[in-house]
């Protein structure tokens, strides 16, 4: 059979237990089975030569593990007596009995096996007489590695997860990288790489902080060391395997196919379980290459404090540059990623990462996105941004981006950005799966991977320099104008504003407080009084309006406080652009803050430049606000950094001509008349 056979086989047997489990709880049975089944073909070769060797030394030899493992041929083992055959042969004890084959398990497989949560559901299948009719169905499909390879046997855990995720309609942070996508991401992850990883000795880690099923690790590994299908870079490099996974199932199933993978185990135990984000389980340590395919959208309420504790650690954490909002944690990955990089001293790293648009442009300047960006623009390590098609993804359609990050970018490259529009590199599914319907072959992924090492613009491709994404954001002031006015319409509008409400407030009770409030209403009451003496004239001078209040108040024998008279004024005045311009008091002309505007330099143009073109032939009254500074480098204005990449390669579009239009609509009014009149005839 074939992949999609055996996934069809493996899904199948859904069937029989759809009535006892709820949808959302069929992975729950199929999963772990499936690891058992391959695990079962994995040792039935080596299984009586363990039991042998386990049985002469038992009570013999303190730990028998390595005999073991030497005699299984991997670093894992079963010492049970069951298979999946001879369970069935004891039909009336096979919940016993598969419990026994579990436990016969090496304790690090183990482990693995516990992430499944398997036990409660043996005992919900036999208590619904389902478990033999399910082991029978699982006996019945062959997963030897001689039958099902292991990059075989990865895709067809993926697309088990792929359906089951696809059946309970999960968002669209929560999904499976297509096998397409992943070859890609490694492809430039390692473009230009070929000569350090060629040679004798060559030794190289890659590292994936949200690994799923492991599929990018193990593509990475296939790429370096050659598959039939792909020549080999070097294949006898030493490469290390090292991941993190916070689902415990995806996390077994990862682990539990890497131990299959090999014979000392080393990958499957440089897997860790846990949130990577608050609990970095590989800390201290830096790799080669790293690859990741975040979720997107998801928020890390989880994470927050944690994430937030080592965020105020500055650069002795890793999410020192600043946090997105609490919606979106993906470039939070990103981050983790570089912290992990080697230096360049010890040979630096590379990293692709694919994430949604939202990292490019979300957050202004200032904001944990913008300083992130910055960060990373800074220190110059962003080699190359790729946009590639929609609907590549089984779960969401939405356009995604490759980002390539380096801290060793080659000479040409420095303090560049390569954007490469690959929206347009696909080809059709056959048949889609989910929202995917296109692909991108391998003829797709070679005209890509030209467009990079090419390194020149052209139609699909850009090049920048790095501070072309940077902006310095300044905040332009006007003055403030007003005009006052003592009309009844404007004396009554006083009864709106919060200190002057507050007068006939109190928080004493009783006698007291109702004392309290009958003078704030006289108060009150003499206020509007007082307003009500005030000349009906139009100021247009604020000085000159504050000294007719101020005489009018002394009339009334009243002393306004600091509050009361700046709830008079506002509800005494309305902007006047014929007005004086109101002062402080030094003199300076006071800013409006309803014609508050803001303004993006670019870094490289001078800010007096870009004020004196932009907005002074506009606004001759304007000034720039000086108070407001970046906290980096203490200029004027905020920096931030921002990647619109549709803009780049926006082109100019003409309508059709009027008369095209106009003759289209003649026609489909045509074609609506003569349909009518056929309907009209038929009714008749």
């Given amino acids: 059979m074939n992949h999609s056979e055996i996934v069809s086989f493996i899904w199948g047997i859904a069937n029989l237990i759809r009535d006892t489990f709820k949808r959302s709880k069929h992975q729950d049975v199929i999963l772990p089975l499936t690891v058992l089944r391959r695990l079962d073909c994995v040792l039935a070769p080596t299984k009586k030569k363990v039991l042998s060797t386990n049985a002469k030394f038992k009570g013999k030899l303190e730990n028998l593990d390595p005999q073991l493992r030497k005699a299984s041929g991997f670093a894992f083992y079963n010492t049970s007596r069951y298979d999946f055959q001879s369970l069935l042969a004891d039909a009336p004890n096979v919940a016993s009995n598969l419990r026994n084959y579990i436990n016969g398990f090496s304790p690090n497989m183990r482990e693995v096996l516990e992430k499944f ?53 999960e968002n669209p942070g929560e999904h499976f990288t297509p096998r397409d996508v992943v070859h890609l991401m490694v492809d430039l992850l390692l473009a230009g790489d070929e000569k350090r990883i060629q040679g004798e000795g060559v030794v190289r880690t890659v590292c994936d902080p949200c690994c799923g099923s492991g599929g990018m690790l ?10 039939n299908e792909r020549p080999a870079i070097n294949p006898e ?16 199933v990862c682990k539990s196919d890497l131990f299959m993978k090999s014979a000392d185990g080393r990958d499957a135990e440089n897997i860790q379980f846990g949130s990577t984000l608050s609990n970095d389980r590989h800390g201290g340590r830096h790799f080669d290459y790293l690859i990741a395919n975040p979720p997107y959208g998801k928020d890390w309420k989880r994470d927050e404090e944690e994430v937030k504790a080592e965020h105020e650690r500055g650069s002795a954490g890793r999410f020192g540059p600043g946090l997105p909002r609490i919606s979106d944690g993906q470039i939070l990955f990103l981050l983790h990623m570089l912290s992990h990089m080697k230096p360049p001293e010890e040979g630096g790293s590379r990293v692709a990462i694919i994430m949604n648009g939202s990292p490019l442009f979300t957050g202004d300047a200032g904001s944990g996105e913008s300083e992130i960006r910055r960060w ?59 929202d995917k319907r296109r692909k991108i072959p391998f003829e797709k992924t070679k005209e ?51 200190a002057f409400q507050n007068l006939a407030k109190s928080k004493k009770k009783g006698k007291a407080g109702e004392k309290e409030q009958a003078e704030g209403r006289a108060r009150q009451e003499a206020i509007r009084e007082m307003l009500r003496a005030l000349p009906n004239k139009l100021f247009k001078d604020r000085e000159s309006f ?26 005494l005045s309305e902007r006047d652009e014929t007005a004086e311009v109101c002062r402080d008091k030094d003199g300076h002309p006071e800013p409006d803050p309803e014609l508050r505007d803001t303004e993006s330099v670019p870094l490289s143009e001078s800010i007096e ?8 032939p506009h606004v001759p009254d ?8 970046d906290h980096k480098d203490g200029k004027i204005g905020k920096v931030g950094y921002e990647v619109n990449f549709n803009r780049y390669f926006y082109k100019y579009t003409p309508p059709r001509p009027l008369e095209e239009i106009e003759g289209g609509i003649r026609k489909i009014e045509k074609e609506i008349l003569e349909m009518l009149t056929i309907i009209a005839s038929k009714n008749e």
């Fill in 117 to 169: 949560d398997f036990d409660n559901t043996i005992s919900k299948l036999d208590e619904a007489r389902l478990l033999f009719k399910v082991l029978e169905r699982f006996k019945n499909v062959d997963l030897h590695p001689d039958r099902v390879s292991n990059p075989l046997m990865g895709t067809i855990f993926e697309e088990l997860i792929r359906k089951f995720n696809e059946a309970l309609n």
């Fill in 218 to 227: 193990t593509i990475t590994k296939d790429h370096i060391l050659g598959t």
């Fill in 237 to 252: 490099a030493d490469i290390h395997l090292f991941g993190q996974e916070v689902n415990p199932e995806t996390f077994a």
């Fill in 376 to 434: 990373i623009f800074e220190n110059n390590w962003l080699e190359a941004l790729i946009a590639l098609p929609e609907q590549l993804f089984y779960n969401t359609g939405i356009a995604t981006y490759v980002w390539v990050l380096s801290n060793r970018k080659a000479r040409k490259r420095k303090d560049k950005v390569q954007l490469i529009d690959a929206s347009s590199f696909w080809a059709p599914m056959r048949k889609s799966l989910g």
């Fill in 448 to 498: 890509i991977l030209k467009i990079l090492s090419g390194f020149q613009e052209g139609e699909h491709c850009r090049i920048y320099p790095n501070t072309y994404f940077g902006f310095r954001k300044i905040t332009v002031e006007r003055p403030l104008k007003l005009n006052f006015q003592a009309t009844p319409a404007r004396i009554t509008r006083l009864d709106e504003e919060r």
């Fill in 546 to 571: 504050l000294k007719a209040l101020k005489t009018a108040a002394r009339g009334a024998n009243l002393k306004l406080s600091a509050s009361e008279q700046k709830a008079v004024l506002s509800v």
């Fill in 609 to 616: 430049d870009f004020f004196e073109r932009e907005v002074k």
């Fill in 622 to 629: 304007a000034w720039i606000n000086t108070a407001i500074r």
